[in-house]
Nanobody, 126 residues
Framework: QVQLVESGGGLVQAGGSLRLSCAAS????????MGWFRQAPGKEREFVAT??????????ADSVKGRFTISRDNANDKNTVYLQMNSLKPEDTAVYFC?????????????????WGQGTQVTVSS
């Protein structure tokens, strides 16, 4: 089992920045790709960004490309993934979820991930 805990969400004005963190614990040696998804009220969960274990493969949703940066720290089996969010817009408001996959490769679909965090709220005011 792998447990994921997100942190770093909050309220920020448009144009501001936030950095989300997701700490993995448990059988972290088995995790491959890790990703971020988000879900706004009344909308389906959508892909934001993903990275392979070594950051050799990274992918972003078009809506966040150039503004968000995903990174990962595997030092000392730390297995933490970050999402640096800059130039935030009101439409970025959502609950952000961290996810971990046990399968090699990177995935833009939520079905590629086996473990999920509880989510952290990001609210961007105009």
């Amino acid at each position: 089992q792998v447990q994921l805990v997100e942190s770093g969400g909050g309220l920020v004005q448009a144009g501001g920045s936030l950095r989300l963190s997701c700490a993995a614990s448990g059988r972290t040696f088995s995790t491959k790709a890790m990703g971020w998804f988000r879900q706004a009220p009344g909308k389906e969960r959508e892909f934001v960004a993903t990275t392979s274990r070594t950051e050799g493969s990274i992918s972003y949703a078009d809506s966040v490309k150039g503004r968000f940066t995903i990174s990962r720290d595997n030092a000392n089996d730390k297995n933490t993934v970050y999402l640096q969010m800059n130039s935030l817009k009101p439409e970025d408001t959502a609950v952000y979820f961290c996810a971990a996959s046990l399968v090699s490769g990177i995935f833009r679909s939520q079905y590629g991930y086996s473990y999920w965090g509880q989510g952290t709220q990001v609210t961007v005011s105009s």
